[in-house]
T-cell receptor
Framework: QQQVKQSPQSLIVQKGGISIINCAYE??????FPWYQQFPGKGPALLIAIRPDVSEKKEGRFTISFNKSAKQFSLHIMDSQPGDSATYFC??????????????FGTGTRLKVLA | DAGVTQSPTHLIKTRGQQVTLRCSPK?????VSWYQQALGQGPQFIFQYYEEEERQRGNFPDRFSGHQFPNYSSELNVNALLLGDSALYLC????????????FGDGTRLSIL
């Protein structure tokens, strides 16, 4: 069964620091790699995403780095703020035989940013 | 512009019962996917609907079934509930056959006693 392995399980960062979350996948046929942010009692919200033909994408304080040969991608949160405290999920998206897309999620990283 | 809406927000059932969860996709979206999220875990794909047909399915038993209506809204039905079915059930919608990116609702918290 295809998996996306996410680490660390939890992360504590000081305000203003850099938060780094890593994911690795096992299949080369993925088309899209999104990151989702989930607050307690809420559904996951799309944060940023990257396609495999790009090595890095930056949106504000959030950056995805993608290493196709290593089958790894990571989320960097610069200048981390207490409001960033949430659970972050990476996902790998592939086209299924039916023609639709299938999302495979990592197990999540619980980030706490200390004030 | 309303996002993905799910109902009810919370539900308590007993083992053996049946449950129906509902989802209205984001305006303009025609593809609906359902996920099960256990506490402390990532979402697990249940199935996806497009044009009122189930297009793909995850590794869930036949006790889990669904439906999509002409207005693109969807239902998730679970029969013969087990304690292990206790989870947050998430609905995600997307536009078109390409199916990305998915937008999630806030889920239905199902507790089985």
């Amino acid at each position: 069964q295809q998996q996306v392995k996410q680490s660390p399980q939890s992360l504590i960062v000081q305000k203003g620091g850099i938060s780094i979350i890593n994911c690795a996948y096992e299949n080369t046929a993925f088309d899209y790699f999104p990151w989702y942010q989930q607050f307690p009692g809420k559904g996951p919200a799309l944060l940023i995403a990257i396609r495999p033909d790009v090595s890095e994408k930056k949106e504000g304080r959030f950056t995805i780095s993608f290493n196709k040969s290593a089958k790894q991608f990571s989320l960097h949160i610069m200048d981390s703020q207490p409001g960033d405290s949430a659970t972050y999920f990476c996902a790998a998206v592939k086209r299924a035989t039916s023609g639709t897309y299938k999302y495979i999620f990592g197990t999540g990283t619980r980030l706490k940013v200390l004030a | 512009d309303a996002g993905v809406t799910q109902s009810p927000t919370h539900l308590i059932k007993t083992r053996g019962q049946q449950v129906t969860l509902r989802c209205s996709p984001k305006s303009g979206h025609d593809t609906v996917s359902w996920y099960q999220q256990a506490l402390g875990q990532g979402p697990q794909f249940i199935f996806q609907y497009y044009e009122e047909e189930e297009r793909q399915r995850g590794n869930f038993p036949d006790r889990f079934s669904g439906h999509q209506f002409p207005n693109y809204s969807s239902e998730l039905n679970v029969n013969a509930l087990l304690l292990g079915d206790s989870a947050l059930y998430l609905c995600a919608s997307s536009e078109g056959w390409e199916g990305q990116p998915q937008h999630f609702g806030d889920g239905t918290r199902l507790s089985i006693l």
